[in-house]
T-cell receptor, first 115, second 117 residues
Framework: AQKVTQAQTEISVVEKEDVTLDCVYE???????LFWYKQPPSGELVFLIR??????QNEISGRYSWNFQKSTSSFNFTITASQVVDSAVYFC????????????FGKGTHLIIQP | DTAVSQTPKYLVTQMGNDKSIKCEQN?????MYWYKQDSKKFLKIMFS???????INETVPNRFSPKSPDKAHLNLHINSLELGDSAVYFC????????????????FGPGTRLTVL
């Protein structure tokens, strides 16, 4: 069975601080995909990134960066110079080619950016 | 130009009623999904469906049934609603060639908040 653990239930930082959201996953599949989604207070789920298990290169997109470490089964997400608009619940998710699991989501990390 | 749309956005109903939630995607995707988000914000897959195959999460009660009139639509029918069905239901779609796979990016609708009184 697949599992995604986001141990940080809630993080609160002051605007402009850097913040890292942790994600640890478990899977027996050799080919799998990792995702991050953002759920702002308005409730929609916004896709942020998708990485496959063979690509461990870190990714940067503006103030967002992702660190994929296969050795520790982690796919952490860092926001640099956080802004109030970054306040949301962030979900890490795991997907693979087989089974009926759909995407397996972590329980989410509620990020609060204080002005 | 909404990619994945759902109606209604809010649904309030009495226990025992039957209701439907509609979902449409204009992305040309092959596979559609329904997820349930509970009060603690935990997201769980309910169904995965393309025009050939339906995959049902074994924990979903058979009061829930997806209906797909065509490739761009996957509606969710719920019979005999119970208090525990109150949740936010999300529809999603992806290019996934087969139901049950989850390798391609899934794009989500805005969600339908169902409240059962």
């Amino acid at each position: 069975a697949q599992k995604v653990t986001q141990a940080q239930t809630e993080i609160s930082v002051v605007e402009k601080e850097d913040v890292t959201l942790d994600c640890v996953y478990e899977t027996r599949d050799t080919t799998y995909y990792l995702f991050w989604y953002k759920q702002p207070p308005s409730g929609e789920l916004v896709f942020l990134i998708r990485r496959n298990s063979f690509d461990e290169q870190n990714e940067i997109s503006g103030r967002y960066s992702w660190n994929f470490q296969k050795s520790t089964s982690s796919f952490n997400f860092t926001i640099t110079a956080s802004q109030v608009v970054d306040s949301a619940v962030y979900f890490c998710a795991l997907g693979s080619g087989g089974g009926a699991d759909g995407l397996t989501f972590g329980k989410g990390t509620h990020l609060i950016i204080q002005p | 130009d909404t990619a994945v749309s759902q109606t209604p956005k809010y649904l309030v109903t009495q226990m025992g009623n039957d209701k439907s939630i509609k979902c449409e995607q204009n992305l040309g995707h092959d596979t559609m999904y329904w997820y349930k988000q509970d009060s603690k914000k935990f997201l769980k897959i309910m169904f995965s469906y393309n025009n050939k195959e339906l995959i049902i999460n074994e924990t979903v009660p058979n009061r829930f049934s997806p209906k797909s009139p065509d490739k761009a639509h996957l509606n969710l029918h719920i019979n005999s609603l119970e208090l525990g069905d109150s949740a936010v239901y999300f529809c999603a779609s992806s290019h996934e060639r087969l139901a049950g796979g989850s390798t391609d990016t899934q794009y989500f609708g805005p969600g339908t908040r169902l409240t059962v009184l």
